[in-house]
């Protein structure tokens, strides 16, 4: 098997001078999943391909590749591999993925060391064709920065008060919850969990002098420090 895979980076490297005229090929981070540390390429491609690779970078250095599966590769029989840094896919039976725009692939890598959840880059793609030519490929803007938030703010009114408990409240019991924005800002006890804790927690906080909300906590802006199932989608969660 590694034999083959080697083949066929050969094959890849060796096209990527001859790439085609035609609207290029999107390779993109999807869905980060920090919990599991894994995360989603997406391609957008108008014609098939058979044949793919690309480069992972992470901001700080440290993670290391762990394996690639799922999404149109997999449902196409691809073999897909990984070294390090690098995520390699082809047919040898030349069996092309059609166009459209999915998941290609979904990356696992190991952030046992990580203090918080890196930045990630795709970096130098290559993809052929069935016929062994190199196609034209951009790739997305790299991803990973999370966005700074208040830990507690739960309105995301810039300060934490009473009224972020009653806003906890709200998420939690309100049928049907409304989506929330910055479920990180609601973990206010930064167990992972959003729940009656979390309320309970910043009450205690605000009127018996308990423990403030773990970092980046109540008053300073920051990302979260640590890697949960939770996230923070708001577009400006620290006014």
């Known amino acids: 098997m590694k034999k083959l895979l080697l083949t066929a980076m050969i094959l890849l490297l060796l096209t990527a001078d001859r790439a085609s005229a035609q609207d290029p090929i999107l ?21 098939p391909i058979a044949g793919f690779q690309f480069d992972v970078t992470f901001d700080p250095p440290g993670p290391v590749l762990l394996s690639a599966s799922g999404g149109s590769a997999e449902a196409a029989g691809y073999d897909v591999a990984t070294g390090p840094v690098t995520v390699l896919g082809f047919s040898f039976s030349l069996t092309e993925i059609p166009p459209g725009s999915e998941v290609l692939t979904v990356v696992a890598f190991d952030c046992s060391t990580c203090q918080t959840m890196p930045q990630i880059c795709l970096e130098n793609p290559v993809i052929s064709d069935v016929n062994a030519n190199s196609m034209a490929v951009e790739v997305g803007p790299c991803t990973g920065q999370f966005p700074e938030f208040r830990r507690g703010d739960c309105n995301l009114d810039g300060s934490v008060n009473l009224g972020d408990a009653i806003c906890f409240l709200n998420v939690l019991f309100i049928f049907p919850p409304p989506p929330w924005p910055c479920k990180d800002s609601t973990d206010s006890n930064d167990d992972g969990d959003a729940n009656i804790a979390d309320a309970v927690f910043l009450l205690t906080y605000l009127f018996v002098g308990g423990l403030p909300p773990p970092p980046p906590g109540p008053t300073v802006c920051g990302v979260d420090p640590t890697l949960d199932g939770l996230d923070c989608m708001a577009p400006n969660p620290c006014p």
């Open 27 to 47: 390779l993109e981070i999807g869905f980060v999943d920090a919990s599991q540390s894994t995360f989603e390429v997406v391609m957008t491609n108008s014609l």
